[in-house]
């Protein structure tokens, strides 16, 4: 049997090495690419044409989920395995109506790792065996909470619960507002008032930081919110904040969303 060609996706460099390590180590297997940005992936997985990708659904450069979509549109598309940090069960049925073979949360036994690569190439696992797995996966998530985790594998980061709303409501990494948006959400949280003073003291802490302007900023959060009502996500949206607080037809200020996401940050003890 030919050696399993692999890319990993992912932007941790020390997940990245450790599984890339193992893996040039082990018989059966080829790294073909480690990625850490994911402008670059959709291109390497057109030149390598691997068999299966390993995926991280926080990847900067892009999110994952759009990454996904891409990789499962090409034609004789490789299959993917999504390892990643990101729990709740919006993110693993996501992924798999996007094209994910198999779900993985970090951290993770790299000999389950390889056990699942051989058994989706060698296409052994079932689809009722994927119900399965997507199943339990969504009960557990369910009992533990959206974002909640075992103690050993819980999300710190406040970056990170920030990037997994932004995911789940549909605002791509690529653009600028994913950053500045990030930004003041970040500010709101650690000074909840500044939202009082937008204008004044928000937009200009950000433009300071990015070596720009206030009114750019200004309108790179716009976009970046019309990004996610326009992309029609609006009940993904609403499960974020677990009420039915918009629809497609009334978009939020700046402002009421900096707002909101802080808040439902700062109830979640961040």
Known sequence: MENIKLIIIDDSQQMKDMIAQKFTTQNGFVVLEHITNGTKALDAIKQHKP????????????????????????????KVIVVTALTGDGFVCNAMQNGASYYIVKPCIFEDVERRIKDIVAEKFKPTEQQEHINSLVARFKNEGVVSLPASTKIKSLDEKISNIFITVGIPA?????????????????????????????????????????????????????????????????????????????????????????????????
């Open 51 to 78: 068999d299966v990708v390993l995926l991280d659904l926080v990847i900067s450069g892009r999110d994952g989920i759009s990454i996904l979509q891409d990789i499962h549109a090409l034609p004789n598309a490789p």
């Open 174 to 270: 690529h653009i600028k507002g994913y950053q500045f948006l990030r930004e003041a959400i970040k500010m709101a949280v650690d000074t909840p008032e500044i939202v009082n003073s937008i204008t004044k003291k928000l937009y200009p802490n950000i433009a300071t930081r990015f070596s720009t302007t206030a009114s750019k900023v200004e309108r790179a959060i716009r976009h970046a919110i019309e990004v996610a009502w326009n992309r029609g996500k609006i009940e993904n949206i609403n499960s974020v904040f677990g009420l039915q607080v918009y629809n497609a037809n009334e978009k939020p200020t700046n402002g009421e969303f900096i707002a909101l996401v802080a808040d439902k940050m700062i109830i979640e003890g961040c």
